[in-house]
């Protein structure tokens, strides 16, 4: 990646922050910064598109992880809680600063929690075994998901 | 016994006109020895023609149905529904749409069109909506997201829309509704599955699901969705075809196929519980383009389902269902490449071991929908080699001694009845849905009127003659790429508007063009007896560059419309859930 592409790597970083509503302009570059030292090493062997996008993933790990801290949830078992509270926050228009500063200064927060999915039913998925008659098939990943 | 004499019927008739078609085409070769050259002609002529005559007598059969007032045998007839049952279920029907970095604006003004339409029915605690996003662009996740929340709200539909999105995209689209089903499927009894640019009426939702709760033994219950809401000529072009040819062709399919009937990845209701046990798909020997991944999954599950005993039947007969399409040539053939690797995975199916006769058709049907393309061109160009051998033999009049000339016999009138049988078995369903119509005048409004729809039919026989030579290009090196072992994975569907520029079209149409004059030079110099006969089957690669641009644009599609050609129902007096889409489009 050159410079100009570097440049704009930033800028839409910054663009990405924006859209996850962190409003102040010093917290979001210095939140950007850090993503985008940590990963620089990383980043400079892959693409310019694919370089966006694992930044603005890394954008959105950030906040999910702020937010799951603020809400004292569980980043693993808690996901689904966690995207109906992003979607909730995101839709008010409101500012999300307060989910990276101290707690004493932040606005408190109405959440209703609601989940994005219902209550697990699992109901068992048996891969179906194919003969063919010249091979074999395999297990595809997605019935053991 | 009506399933064994359907299928009789149906098979006998293809095979007949197959034979005959392979008799006219060899008759004029029985009279000398029978070369290489020819009987391999015969051969490939035979293979086509059996394809073509399938789709034939399926529309001749869907078109005596219809005369006769429907089907009695049909899945909507044989079905006694009382329509309160649906509030008597222990179990939600889950509405469930699979999506993957497709318009957010467009995936939720759907959805809220077929929520809303539900809910007017008065069984909307029946239903609950599933998205089940594979977005891996954080973007249009976040956008999902929130149009997600949006529309909860707007509905109060608190614990009746659920949104998922999955962060390893593991097996595809079928993998995406297999993760559903492992984690929720126990919640649902049946799931309607959607596409991203599916709309379907509430009634129709409705409909089904009582379909479904009086048949125990049906898997899958299959609508046949129409394309809608085209701007552009092609599309409404397409949509023209579609709406009216299609009729017959689903009639047809569902008289032969009855509960063995074929499953098209959605627009579809399905038993959960059956799907769950019996249609999750193992991984095909080898790599991809042809091993791997399944990408086509709805003919395997389909196949599955009817292996282990379920019914699958294709309900001809219900409306409100509804699709979109690409909307230029371009975008289409894109979409046919990715078909066309997943079609051709199932030639692995063809060799799968204790699999029933017709589910071996039906995947051998969408095998050869993609290998029918490079069997006619290699047909085309025997043909000529052949044409242009004939053209230069010498007759030998007096063989043998013998004192009296032999004279040269003509075979022409064998070949011009050939012509015309081939011909006739493409173009003799389009008139037959055409004189069906005819019969029914408030419908003719519909469609434009009498004289708009006359006109649309023959200018869309112009199209279809002019797009075929193109889409048989396409399909060969789409072929021939799969072959060769590149693959294409299965990239989201272009279905925005989308006139194409100049650059465009040279790009995607420039050696098409090349090969279609190339192929008149030849035609001209070396057998012209055959120039007018082969014409048609070139002049649409030599017009392929402006014909493209043509037809991809929005605006000839509104002209058009103003002309009333190519005009459905769907566009001139549309359903509820359509006027409520397009409500929902212009909100955003």
């Known amino acids: 990646m050159n410079l100009h592409q570097q440049k704009k790597l930033r800028e839409q970083l910054m663009l990405f922050l924006q859209q996850l509503h962190i409003c102040d302009l010093k917290l979001r570059e210095q939140i950007g910064d850090e993503i985008l030292d940590k990963f620089t090493f990383f980043l400079r062997e892959v693409s310019y598109k694919k370089s966006l996008k694992i930044i603005q993933n890394v954008a959105l790990a950030y906040f999910n992880q702020a937010l799951a801290d603020y809400l004292l949830l569980d980043m693993s078992k808690d996901c689904h809680l966690i995207t109906g509270a992003r979607a909730q926050i995101l839709s008010q228009m409101q500012s999300t600063d307060f989910l990276f500063l101290n707690e004493g200064s932040s606005p408190k927060l109405k959440i209703d929690f609601q989940s994005a999915t219902p209550p697990e039913a699992p109901l068992e998925m048996p891969e179906q075994k194919i003969q063919f008659l010249f091979a074999t098939p395999s297990a595809q990943g997605s019935s053991h998901a | ?588």
Request: net charge neutral.
């Open chain 2, 1 to 588: 016994m009506t399933k064994i004499f359907r299928r009789s019927l149906f098979y006998s008739l293809s095979i007949f006109t197959t034979l005959l078609a392979m008799a006219l085409v060899a008759q004029p070769f029985l009279a000398n020895d029978f070369t290489l050259l020819e009987f391999f002609l015969v051969l490939i002529f035979g293979v086509l023609i059996f394809g073509v005559s399938l789709s034939f007598w399926m529309a001749i059969i869907g078109f005596f149905v219809l005369l006769i007032g429907g089907d009695r045998k049909s899945i909507t007839r044989i079905t006694k529904v009382a329509t309160e049952n649906i509030l008597n279920m222990a179990k939600p029907t889950a509405l469930v749409m699979p999506i993957c970095n497709e318009n957010p604006q467009r995936i939720f003004a759907g959805l809220r069109a077929i929520y809303e339409s539900v809910l007017k029915t008065g069984f909307g605690q029946a239903f609950e909506i599933f998205v089940l996003s594979d977005t891996s662009d954080p973007i249009l996740r976040l956008q999902e997201e929130q149009l997600w929340f949006q529309m909860r709200e707007a509905f109060q539909a608190h614990g009746k829309i659920f949104y998922r999105n999955r962060t390893e995209n593991i097996g595809r689209k079928s993998g995406n509704i297999a993760e559903f089903c492992q984690h929720w499927g126990g919640r649902y009894e049946f799931m309607i599955l959607l596409d991203a640019d599916s709309l379907m009426d509430g009634n129709t939702i409705v409909k089904m699901v009582n379909i479904m709760q009086a048949q125990p033994k049906v898997a899958i219950l299959q609508t046949p969705p129409l394309p809608v809401n085209q701007k552009s000529l092609f599309g409404r072009i397409m949509q023209f075809a579609s709406c009216l040819y299609g009729q017959i062709y689903s009639a047809g399919a569902a008289f032969w196929q009855l509960s063995q009937g074929n499953y098209w990845g959605h627009n579809a209701i399905i038993r959960v519980e059956a799907f769950a046990a019996h249609a999750s798909l193992p991984k095909l020997p080898g790599e991809e383009p042809l091993g791997g991944e399944i990408l086509s999954h709805d003919f395997v599950e389909a196949a599955l389902l009817r292996e282990a005993g379920w019914e699958i039947w294709l309900a001809y007969d219900i409306d409100g269902s509804y699709e979109e399409m690409p909307t230029n040539i371009i975008d289409y053939a894109k979409r046919d490449r990715r078909w066309c690797q997943g079609n051709l995975q199932h030639i692995w199916f063809l060799f799968a071991k204790k699999m029933s006769l017709v589910s071996r058709l039906h995947l051998l049907m969408g095998v050869m929908s993609y290998l029918a393309s490079p069997l006619w061109l290699v047909f085309l160009i025997i043909t000529g080699i052949a044409a242009y051998e004939y053209g230069h033999l010498m007759p030998i009049y007096f063989a043998n001694n013998n004192p009296f000339p032999v004279w040269p016999i003509s075979y022409d009138i064998e070949l011009v009845a050939l012509l015309l049988v081939t011909l006739g078995m493409l173009f003799i369903p389009k008139f037959l849905s055409l004189l069906w119509l005819l019969c029914h005048p408030k419908q003719v409004k519909k469609f434009g009127g009498y004289l708009g729809v006359v006109t649309s039919v023959l200018l869309e026989c112009i199209f279809s003659t002019l797009l075929a030579p193109l889409l048989m290009l396409y399909r060969t090196k789409f072929v021939l790429a799969i072959l060769l072992r590149q693959s294409i994975g299965w990239p989201a569907q272009q279905r925005e508007e989308h006139g194409l520029s100049l650059k465009e079209a040279i790009t995607a149409h420039g050696l098409q063009t090349l090969i279609g004059f190339a192929a008149l030079l030849c035609i001209y110099f070396f057998i012209p007896s055959f120039f007018w006969w082969f014409l048609p089957a070139v002049l649409g690669l030599i017009l392929a560059i402006p014909l493209s641009m043509f037809v991809s644009s929005s605006s000839m599609g509104t002209i058009t419309r103003h002309w009333d050609l190519f005009c459905t129902p769907e566009e001139t007096c549309p359903p509820e859930v359509i006027r409520l889409f397009q409500e929902e489009m212009q909100k955003d």
